[in-house]
């Protein structure tokens, strides 16, 4: 079975494109403001940060960087490679996995391994903290799991063993679930 390229797909203003050369370094991305008919169609086009697709400025006030390539010159851009990654983020509900136990938790908190502050509460999960969860069981409402004094149990969970849950909103029972112990 052949699998047929998208060849003939014309670029349009608004397209995110990148610049075909042979050295790597040099390749420009840029996004589409406008379009010249003729014989050969060519490209107006804004350039772009490569690292965060923010528009490069000229200087202080002079504006966007502009350049023009011809339509042959370029190909669209794969945003895959921008694309966030899911992480953990505090509220979520995550199942912690380790020697064929299974706990169910809301992350409340990130703890760094030595004990220093984590810097995961302001810019987001750095991947190395443990996660601190109020365990919770996995039936209808989602309830606290709680000891003899009323109190919730709270464990640490470390990421390479944790998962994410998928949530299922109130049903006619009511309250909320886990979806059939699937996870993301």
Excluded: W
Excluded at 61 to 81: Q, V, Y
Excluded at 93 to 120: A, E, M, Q, V
């Amino acid at each position: 079975m052949k699998i047929k390229k998208k060849e003939n797909e014309k670029l349009s203003v608004g397209d995110l494109v990148v610049e075909k050369r042979i050295q790597k370094n040099k390749k420009r991305i840029g996004e589409v403001i406008f379009v010249r008919e003729g014989r050969r169609r060519k490209l107006e086009m804004v350039e772009l940060n490569k690292h965060d697709l923010r528009p490069i400025e000229k200087g202080s006030l002079e504006g966007p960087k502009i350049f023009s390539l011809d339509e042959t010159a370029c190909k669209k851009l794969n945003l895959f490679r921008f694309k966030e990654k899911r992480t953990f983020q505090l509220g979520d509900i995550i199942k912690f996995t380790k020697r064929g136990r299974s706990r169910f938790g809301i992350l409340t908190s990130f703890i760094h391994p030595d004990g220093l502050y984590s810097d995961s509460f302001e810019k987001g999960y750095n991947g190395k903290d443990f996660l601190e969860c109020i365990e919770i069981l996995p039936k209808n409402g989602l309830p606290r799991r709680v000891d003899e004094k009323n109190k919730p149990y709270v464990f640490l969970a470390t990421p390479d063993h944790s998962k994410c849950c998928v949530i299922i909103p109130m049903d006619k029972e009511g309250g909320v679930r886990i979806k059939e112990r699937f996870f993301l």
